[in-house]
């Protein structure tokens, strides 16, 4: 499975869109891409994932390029509740296994 | 309402003796793994388990066991060949280990200090 690569950290004002970068330019055609955040001690939370199409849900928006080297998770509006460890993870189709988490991004939404 | 519950929360032990982590879900998944997170880092995989008397190694077994004598139930030991057993450790379960569409659900996690 591809390894990613993210900035340590990320500041966003609140209610202005938070764009976190994830690069994986070893990444496999069949290899998703998923993101989680964790909320300080507490169990990490899927947000989204997509493979190659742009995709949307209540919470995020994950952008993937064409080449599918990088992508960007969207936060459209920042609360200060999105405060958060977000992770970008690679994973196969048909895998036996769970990836392991790398570091992630700290985003701290400022009020 | 479904979801994943660990206990205990926080939990103190003595150097040498074995504990025992307990993860239940009741969201009828198939798979459930186990992580271990150490302070400002990611989540490493300690083991995980598709199937019901079935389970595999992830990356940091090492002086950790585990059982799945049942769908719902997923208990780690920390045994005292665990060197820095200090830790969270959290529980996750997937509607299947090997699909793509199988998110991980987490539970809130264990706190475990070695004293």
């Known amino acids: 499975d591809a390894k990613t690569t993210q900035p340590p950290s990320m500041d966003c004002a609140e209610g202005r869109a938070a764009n976190l970068p994830c690069n994986h330019s070893?990444?496999?055609?069949?290899?998703?891409v998923y993101w989680y955040r964790q909320i300080h001690s507490q169990g990490p939370q899927y947000i989204i994932h997509g493979l190659k199409n742009n995709e949307t849900n209540e919470m995020a928006s994950l952008i993937i390029t064409e080449d599918r080297k990088s992508s960007t998770l969207i936060l459209p509006h920042a609360t200060l509740r999105d405060t958060a460890v977000y992770y970008c993870i690679a994973r196969s189709s048909g895998s036996a296994r769970q990836l392991t988490f790398g570091s992630g991004t700290q985003l701290t939404v400022l009020p | 309402d479904g979801g994943i519950t660990q206990s205990p929360k926080y939990l103190f032990r003595k150097e040498g003796q074995n504990v025992t982590l307990s993860c239940e879900q009741n969201?009828?998944?198939?798979?459930m793994y186990w992580y271990r997170q150490d302070p400002g880092q990611g989540l490493r995989l300690i083991y995980y388990s598709q199937i019901v008397n079935d389970f595999q190694k992830g990356d940091i077994a090492e002086g950790y066991s585990v059982s799945r004598e049942k769908k719902e139930s997923f208990p780690l030991t920390v045994t005292s060949a665990q060197k820095n057993p200090t830790a969270f450790y959290l529980c996750?379960?997937?509607?299947?280990?090997?699909?793509?569409?199988?998110?991980?659900?987490f539970g809130e996690g264990s706190r475990l200090t070695v004293l």
């Open positions: 070893t990444i496999s055609g069949n290899e998703y």
């Open positions: 996750a379960s997937s509607i299947r280990g090997r699909s793509v569409d199988g998110e991980l659900f």
């Open positions: 969201l009828n998944h198939d798979a």
